[in-house]
């Protein structure tokens, strides 16, 4: 890979930056902020409503709440009586994509909702988005059986379903909204990695996946949504008018075979 997404803590002397694509080389008598970043590798993605040509050197893969507090028995949503079950659907996918992208050089970054244990930075309507009648168990609070505290930062709830356990070089970012970009450091670390285009999946693909999808496309980014990668348990016209949203105004759609098409038939 020619972007390791989780650097040595030690760099070489006069390496300032994590990323090949961002970084600076500095010397006693000079700041060197045009050093050499990897060479394009362009390909092309079958999508909707177009074609998408784009470099793989400034692409990543964002996948965003694939937690066990909503895609696992004994989670939150399997708590209040919701269709767990629905939000599984891009494990398969995601097991098969994983390896390609991350043999190809992506980047893949892991946006789960994992809140402070002490609440400090939730409003009241976040809460109460946990907790609409003021009963029952909300955000921080814990799960009967196991004892694990809903979203809470390290806890079972808030951690990546077993099937789809991150790998030492992905990058993992807590987020405390239902956008990715509120309040996270995911931005400036896409914008260190030279990202340009940004490819999402995860649940819930009307909530979560599709409002940090539209803030990438109010901050710049190309951004294209795998639909087999994402799921919701919301009724199917969610889904239906969020694909017809994000072709419409926020950027492209596709889906894993047709990125993992891309991504093997770019020259390395």
């Not at 999508?47 to 937690?67: C, G, T, Y």
């Not at 356990?165 to 931005?187: M, N």
């Not at 990202?195 to 999402?200: E, L, P």
């Not at 999946?201 to 999808?213: E, F, I, P, R, Y």
Request: charged share 20%; net charge negative.
């Amino acid at each position: 890979m020619n972007h390791p997404s989780n650097p040595s803590r030690t760099t070489p002397d006069g390496i300032l930056g994590s990323f090949a694509q961002s970084r600076w080389h500095a010397t006693e008598s000079l700041v060197d902020m045009a050093v050499q970043t990897p060479a394009p590798r362009v390909t092309t993605l079958d999508a909707e409503p177009q074609k998408v040509r784009f470099d793989i050197e400034k692409s990543a893969l964002v996948i965003i709440d694939m937690q066990n507090d909503f895609c696992t028995k004994g989670g939150w949503v399997d708590h209040i009586g919701g269709d767990y079950g629905a939000d599984r659907a891009p494990i398969a996918p995601l097991q098969r994509l994983l390896p390609i992208a991350r043999q190809s050089g992506v980047p893949v970054i892991w946006v789960n909702w994992g809140n402070r244990p002490d609440l400090a930075n939730m409003p009241p309507n976040q809460l109460h988005l946990y907790k609409p009648k003021g009963t029952g168990i909300g955000l921080g609070e814990a799960l009967p059986g196991h004892g694990a505290r809903v979203l809470e930062k390290d806890s079972w709830a808030a951690a990546v379903v077993d099937e789809l356990k991150p790998e030492a070089q992905d990058i993992c970012v807590d987020k405390y909204r239902i956008s990715g970009f509120w309040d996270t450091p995911l931005d400036s670390i896409l914008r260190n990695l030279g990202t340009r285009t940004i490819f999402f999946a995860g649940v819930n693909t009307d909530q979560c996946v599709l409002h940090t999808l539209t803030d990438a496309n109010f901050l710049g980014y190309g951004c294209v949504m795998l639909t087999d990668c994402c799921a919701t348990s919301s009724p199917a016209f969610c889904t239906e008018a969020s694909i017809w949203n994000v072709k419409k105004c926020f950027g492209f759609v596709a889906d894993s075979l047709q990125l993992a098409a891309a991504l093997t038939g770019a020259a390395r």
